[in-house]
């Protein structure tokens, strides 16, 4: 996938883990870091129950999709 301006990015910016539930992203760039926080406001607005997507520790993202998506976000209180 591009990003805007159809620019590839570095493809080492940032660590990718793949789990059985999530997608976990470790960006290495501040920007990138607040790019996914900002998307945490889209993301998981109240028109949309899924993909959920949580931060934590600071600077580790996790996008759940699925039951998993419902489980996570019923666990947190439903944001």
Not at 29 to 57: C, S
């Amino acid at each position: 996938m591009q990003e805007t301006g159809g620019v590839w990015g570095d493809p080492r910016s940032a660590k990718v883990q793949i789990g059985d539930e999530f997608l976990e992203l470790v960006p290495e760039k501040a920007h990138d870091v607040n790019v996914l926080r900002g998307w945490l406001r889209r993301v998981n607005g109240p028109n949309y129950p899924q993909p959920f997507l949580v931060e934590g520790p600071p600077g580790c993202f996790r996008l759940y999709v699925g039951d998993a998506a419902e489980r996570i976000r019923t666990a947190r209180g439903i944001q």
